[in-house]
């Protein structure tokens, strides 16, 4: 069991200091320079019942976001092509849902997993709260990882979220684990949570059991019409030491620098690689919201000289 204290000692130490342990422990445990690419896919798009006040899909904001059921299957093999082309070694496929369906819809989620898995590429898939007996399908569809965020604190998250408790969120991500599956479980800052939220939400992930094997660390992409729409942007350093303290306390999870890129500049970027984060999500779009496009990243991978990470 990691300590409150421990987590609040290494987030809280001088910035540099903190890079240079994480950086420390990164290379222990990592291929130094490498950087998953991962894209993403939005299979199902808004209507959601959900009410997360960051989310453009919920049903409950008025937002300008395109809605449409399932995409069928072809469609999701070609996107999938597409960005195996581009060098992504995994496809997340996002689904706006309160819970994952029964029926047609999840027997065609299946068949997606089972394509991208015999791709060749790492398939994970994120549609909400799972029953264990809906995740041992995904396990043997060849499912690789399932996403499911705890967001933020315990304390902080009903201000966020009152349609599902943090309790449901755990449950899920306990189901998940049973069934062989990995965890890919982070969360998103600058929805005005305070340091200690943060620290609370890292606390209870390096104490999941497992630990998870992903932890996306996202920055609010804010939008028009959900109740987070106009939130200052947060500083680029908060992340950072988000990045760095999950890098510490889980070694050997890809950290992933998620949603918020856009904003970011190619330092800021450099500055969480060095804190750790080995896993960027690739393609112009993220589910809804704007992502540096292809080029962009190829531009960075350059100057930085960063390697796509290859498909292990
Ligand atoms: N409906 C499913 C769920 O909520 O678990 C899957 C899709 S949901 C969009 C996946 C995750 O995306 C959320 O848990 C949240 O962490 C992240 N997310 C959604 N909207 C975001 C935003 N505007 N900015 C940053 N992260 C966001
Ligand atoms: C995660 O933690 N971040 C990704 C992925 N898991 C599914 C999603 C970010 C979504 C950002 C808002 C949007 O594009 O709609
Ligand atoms: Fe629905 Fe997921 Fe968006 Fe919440 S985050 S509103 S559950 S799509």
């Known amino acids: 069991m990691i300590s409150l204290e421990a987590v609040t000692k290494i ?3 001088p910035l540099l200091s903190l890079i240079f342990e994480a950086q420390s422990v990164h290379r222990h445990h990592h291929q130094t320079d490498a950087v998953q690419m991962c894209t993403l896919s939005n299979i199902k798009s808004g209507r959601c019942p959900e009410d997360c006040k960051y989310c453009p899909q919920s049903a409950r904001y008025p937002t300008e976001v395109e809605s449409y059921p399932l995409l069928p299957l072809e469609e999701v093999i070609s996107q999938a ?5 581009h060098g992504a070694t995994r496809f997340c496929m996002g689904a706006a849902w309160r819970n994952a369906p029964d029926g047609e819809d999840f027997e065609r989620v299946l068949q997606m997993v089972e394509a991208v898995a015999g791709m060749g590429m790492e398939a994970c898939v994120t549609m909400g709260m799972l029953r264990p007996d809906q995740a041992q399908r995904l396990a043997k569809a060849g499912l690789t990882a399932y996403n499911h965020n705890l967001d933020t604190s315990e304390k902080f998250y009903p201000e966020i979220i009152t349609t599902r408790t943090y309790r449901d969120r755990l449950e899920t991500i306990q189901h998940v684990a049973n069934a062989g599956i990995q965890v890919c479980c982070g969360g998103i800052v600058g929805m005005g949570e305070t340091d200690s939220d943060r620290l609370e939400l890292l606390h209870t992930l390096a104490n999941l059991s497992p630990q998870p094997e992903s932890v996306p660390i996202n ?4 939008v028009q019409g959900t109740p987070l729409g106009d939130v200052e942007p947060i500083d680029p350093l908060v992340l950072v030491r988000m990045v760095a303290t999950a890098r510490i306390l889980m070694p050997k999870a890809i950290v992933r620098l998620s949603a918020g890129r856009d904003r970011l500049s190619v330092s800021d970027q450099a500055l969480c690689f060095l804190a750790g984060a080995n896993s960027i999500f690739s393609s112009e779009k993220l589910l809804t919201t704007a992502n540096p496009d ?11 000289g960063i390697k796509p990470k290859e498909f292990a």
Do not use: R
């Open 81 to 85: 092509q597409d960005a195996k082309e």
């Open 219 to 222: 920055a609010l992409s804010p």
């Open 294 to 304: 292809w080029q962009d990243d190829a531009k960075m991978f350059h100057q930085l």
């Open 11 to 13: 987030y809280h130490q």
